[in-house]
């Protein structure tokens, strides 16, 4: 392909793309869709420049403005999860963690986590999985114990473990709460006072409850006893891609120096300037976004379940967050049917549950799938739209209909939510393509 044919196809296929998700029902739980506000501060200028080290106390020159907004930034962090600390700086959740172990552990400590199957995150994961914990920064990583039907971590049997490292001379120095699939809050509260009498540093990995945290829908980690909170600024928090850090004040001079010059050196200044956009709008809308969110999830769950679905947390009502979890394995495996899906215009990804490991199964073809509400709920859907949703997704998985057909009604569908919703900006369209050139 010529450089000028290179250039044009770059452009046609990301207008694909939006149409693409205009016509879709996105469900993907670590996603969501940023206000046009914050997509004009992405294309600011600040995405340009350079400004190591923290407001006031640059490396580079130019900063006037930026540090201002940065200043705005972590100080609407703070505000929104009532924390002593706030540093916005780490360019992703996975850098945000990376400051973490690096400055709180040293290579050859160990580290409590949840596994993969128990909702776990890569980043909390072993050196031989190529997870950032062990393969970064030399941490061994031993597993929380699991309550499967109760979907949380096993509070007397973590803490009957805490002890027997302790014996083995393996004390954690460090706890990880927190996962990637992860319906119901954690035993934070339970075990912060036992963990710190035994001298380890707790970090609360909230990449994906952030936006519940910060809407008081979700349990309030740094009342419960954590030293750090990590997290993503772009899933259930409606940010752009990139990763926050607030914590109690006595930490703040490691994290700061740990983010930079430890793990950082520019740290995409559009995205700190589209976080603050974010927290702002959270701060005015987050708390009503959260209780309808949930709503959401669990309607949709319920729903599911009224199809024929299974699935995970029954016993307590199968989420108190903005997922779920499916287990599809009557009908197939999660890979094959998030195909299946995907065809349909039906956006959502495939996810291992636990025990998927012990049973032969892989991340390829796992029993489950893992469902947000939280793109969904962004765009103003409510629970009657989660019964039409469900029905969609039976339809594909259970009725076996023609994807072709599905996709039609899917479009259909999501004609009726275009707008964006809970932003300052009004209900602007939320996938429109912002042209800036002109492509011939
Ligand atoms: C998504 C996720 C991350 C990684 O965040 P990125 O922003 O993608 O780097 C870290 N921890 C958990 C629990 C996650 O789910």
């Given at each position: 392909?010529?450089?000028?044919?290179?250039?044009?196809?770059?452009?046609?296929?990301?207008k694909?793309h939006h149409?693409?998700?205009n016509?879709?029902?996105?469900?993907?739980a670590?996603?969501?869709?940023?206000?046009?506000?914050?997509?004009?501060?992405?294309?600011?200028?600040f995405?340009?420049?350079?400004?190591?080290?923290?407001?006031g106390?640059?490396?580079?020159?130019?900063?006037?403005?930026?540090?201002?907004?940065?200043?705005?930034?972590?100080?609407?962090?703070?505000?929104?999860?009532?924390?002593?600390?706030?540093?916005?700086?780490?360019?992703?959740?996975?850098?945000?963690?990376?400051?973490?172990?690096?400055?709180?552990?040293?290579?050859?400590?160990?580290?409590?986590?949840?596994?993969?199957?128990?909702?776990?995150?890569?980043?909390?994961?072993?050196?031989?999985?190529?997870?950032?914990?062990?393969?970064?920064?030399?941490?061994?990583?031993?597993?929380?114990?699991?309550?499967?039907?109760?979907?949380?971590?096993?509070?007397?049997?973590?803490?009957k473990?805490?002890?027997?490292?302790?014996?083995?001379?393996?004390?954690?120095?460090?706890?990880?709460?927190?996962?990637?699939?992860?319906?119901?809050?954690?035993?934070?509260?339970?075990?912060?006072?036992?963990?710190?009498?035994?001298?380890?540093?707790?970090?609360?990995?909230?990449?994906?409850?952030?936006?519940l945290?910060?809407?008081?829908?979700?349990?309030?980690?740094?009342?419960?006893?954590?030293d750090?909170?990590?997290?993503?600024?772009?899933?259930?928090?409606?940010?752009?891609?990139?990763?926050?850090?607030?914590?109690?004040?006595?930490?703040?001079?490691?994290?700061?120096?740990?983010?930079?010059?430890?793990?950082?050196?520019?740290?995409?200044?559009?995205?700190?300037?589209?976080?603050?956009?974010?927290?702002?709008?959270v701060?005015?809308?987050?708390?009503?976004?959260?209780?309808?969110?949930?709503?959401?999830?669990?309607?949709?769950?319920?729903?599911?379940?009224?199809?024929?679905?299974?699935?995970?947390?029954?016993?307590?009502?199968?989420t108190?967050?903005?997922?779920?979890?499916?287990?599809?394995?009557?009908?197939?495996?999660?890979?094959?049917?998030?195909?299946?899906?995907?065809?349909?215009?039906?956006?959502?990804?495939?996810?291992?549950?636990?025990?998927?490991?012990?049973?032969?199964?892989?991340?390829?073809?796992?029993?489950?799938?893992?469902?947000?509400?939280?793109?969904?709920?962004?765009?103003?859907?409510?629970?009657?739209?989660?019964?039409?949703?469900?029905?969609?997704?039976?339809r594909?998985?259970?009725?076996?209909?023609?994807?072709?057909?599905?996709k039609k009604?899917?479009?259909?569908?999501?004609?009726?939510?275009?707008?964006?919703?809970?932003?300052?900006?009004?209900?602007?369209?939320?996938?429109?393509?912002?042209?800036?050139?002109?492509?011939?």
């Amino acid at each position: 392909m010529s450089a000028k044919k290179s250039y044009q196809k770059i452009f046609e296929l990301m207008k694909e793309h939006h149409n693409w998700f205009n016509d879709s029902i996105p469900l993907i739980a670590s996603e969501n869709i940023p206000s046009t506000a914050v997509r004009e501060a992405i294309i600011s200028d600040f995405g340009n420049r350079y400004a190591e080290g923290w407001p006031g106390e640059r490396v580079y020159a130019g900063c006037i403005y930026i540090d201002e907004v940065e200043i705005i930034c972590n100080d609407l962090a703070k505000k929104v999860f009532n924390a002593e600390f706030a540093d916005c700086r780490a360019t992703s959740g996975v850098v945000a963690n990376l400051a973490i172990y690096s400055g709180f552990t040293n290579p050859g400590d160990y580290m409590l986590a949840s596994s993969i199957p128990n909702g776990g995150h890569i980043s909390h994961g072993k050196k031989e999985h190529y997870g950032t914990a062990g393969h970064v920064c030399g941490l061994k990583i031993e597993h929380f114990p699991f309550l499967k039907d109760d979907m949380t971590i096993d509070v007397d049997a973590t803490k009957k473990k805490i002890l027997d490292m302790g014996v083995d001379g393996k004390s954690p120095k460090m706890a990880m709460f927190g996962g990637s699939l992860f319906l119901f809050p954690h035993p934070v509260k339970e075990l912060s006072d036992f963990m710190h009498e035994h001298n380890i540093h707790i970090n609360y990995d909230a990449a994906h409850v952030a936006g519940l945290i910060a809407g008081g829908q979700f349990q309030d980690p740094l009342r419960e006893g954590v030293d750090t909170m990590t997290m993503s600024s772009h899933k259930t928090l409606w940010g752009p891609q990139g990763g926050i850090i607030v914590s109690l004040q006595k930490h703040a001079e490691i994290i700061k120096k740990s983010i930079f010059p430890g793990n950082t050196s520019s740290h995409h200044l559009h995205h700190v300037a589209g976080k603050a956009v974010a927290l702002a709008e959270v701060l005015e809308f987050g708390e009503e976004y959260a209780k309808q969110l949930i709503k959401n999830a669990k309607k949709l769950a319920e729903s599911l379940v009224d199809y024929g679905f299974t699935a995970l947390g029954e016993k307590r009502g199968y989420t108190q967050s903005h997922q779920i979890a499916v287990d599809v394995s009557k009908y197939g495996d999660g890979g094959t049917i998030e195909k299946e899906l995907e065809a349909s215009n039906i956006i959502l990804n495939r996810q291992l549950l636990p025990g998927d490991i012990k049973a032969g199964r892989n991340y390829m073809h796992p029993s489950g799938v893992r469902i947000g509400a939280n793109e969904v709920t962004r765009l103003g859907m409510k629970e009657s739209e989660m019964i039409e949703i469900a029905n969609l997704i039976k339809r594909v998985v259970i009725d076996g209909e023609d994807t072709k057909k599905v996709k039609k009604d899917v479009t259909e569908f999501k004609k009726q939510y275009q707008k964006l919703h809970y932003a300052f900006d009004g209900q602007l369209d939320a996938y429109k393509y912002i042209s800036l050139v002109k492509i011939d």
